[in-house]
């Protein structure tokens, strides 16, 4: 059973426009939220997180939306570029354990 | 400052021989952590380590694995025997902090394993 769901293994965006990932999670002992980005043959890097106090952080391009009523966070970029190809993962982190939980990843294409 | 480094980068080994991977965690990060990736499941935490303690291991899929900690800068995964449903990839991780919150998690490059 994920505890952290990521519905898309993959989105298309054109070059420019605005790129939404989304991510679902079902432990509401869940109080801190990450996403990491990973290139093929690398290890995941972080890129943006969000307390649980909050409901958006921006960085950027980047910014995260958390709904905690909804258990529901989204990575927007804006605008998007070739470079932001990548797997996007979504991180969850509380209710007693120090590890991260991850969703299964999303594969951001980015179109010229 | 060097990041997180594993080897070997890929191994392939035939069913039933131990495999061995190897972490140096970033020096004064006093957290580490092993996943594993894999097609299926994703990213799933196997143990976590405090302070060279293990703290988690509940993700450790069976005694076939385990993991030691001797000193703040060594770390590593064993699998004894493998089998060809081990094949993944396998990612050590350090932070400063005690909780993964405290601080991010930087990951080394990962090492992909293939057992034949």
């Known amino acids: 059973d994920q505890q952290v769901k990521q519905n898309s293994p993959s989105l298309s965006v054109q070059e420019g426009r605005i790129s939404i990932l989304n991510c679902d999670y079902t432990?509401?002992?869940?109080?801190?939220f990450l996403w990491y980005k990973k290139y093929p043959a690398e290890g995941p890097t972080f890129l943006i997180s969000?307390?649980?106090?909050?409901d958006k952080n921006e960085d950027g391009r980047f910014t995260v939306f958390l709904n905690k009523s909804a258990k529901h966070l989204s990575l927007h970029i804006v605008p998007s570029q070739p470079g932001d190809s990548a797997v996007y993962f979504c991180?969850?982190?509380?209710?007693?354990?120090?590890?991260?939980?991850f969703g299964k990843g999303t594969h951001l294409i980015i179109q010229p | 400052d060097a990041g997180v480094i594993q080897s070997p980068r890929h191994e392939v080994t035939e069913m039933g021989q131990e495999v061995t991977l190897r972490c140096k965690p970033i020096?004064?990060?006093?957290?580490l952590f092993w996943y594993r990736q894999t097609m299926m499941r994703g990213l799933e935490l196997l143990i976590y380590?405090?302070?060279?303690?293990?703290?988690?291991d509940s993700g450790m899929p069976e005694d076939r694995f385990s993991a030691k900690m001797p000193n703040a800068s060594f770390s590593t995964l064993k699998i004894q025997p493998s089998e060809p449903r081990d094949s993944a990839v396998y990612f050590c991780?350090?932070?400063?902090?005690?909780?993964?919150?405290?601080?991010?998690?930087?990951f080394g490059e990962g090492s992909r394993l293939t057992v034949l």
């Open positions: 991780a350090s932070s400063l902090g005690g909780r993964a919150s405290v601080g991010e998690l930087f």
């Open positions: 432990n509401s002992m869940f109080d801190y």
């Open positions: 969000i307390s649980s106090i909050k």
């Open positions: 991180a969850a982190v509380g209710g007693g354990a120090d590890g991260l939980t």
């Open positions: 020096s004064g990060h006093n957290s």
């Open positions: 380590f405090n302070n060279n303690v293990p703290i988690d």
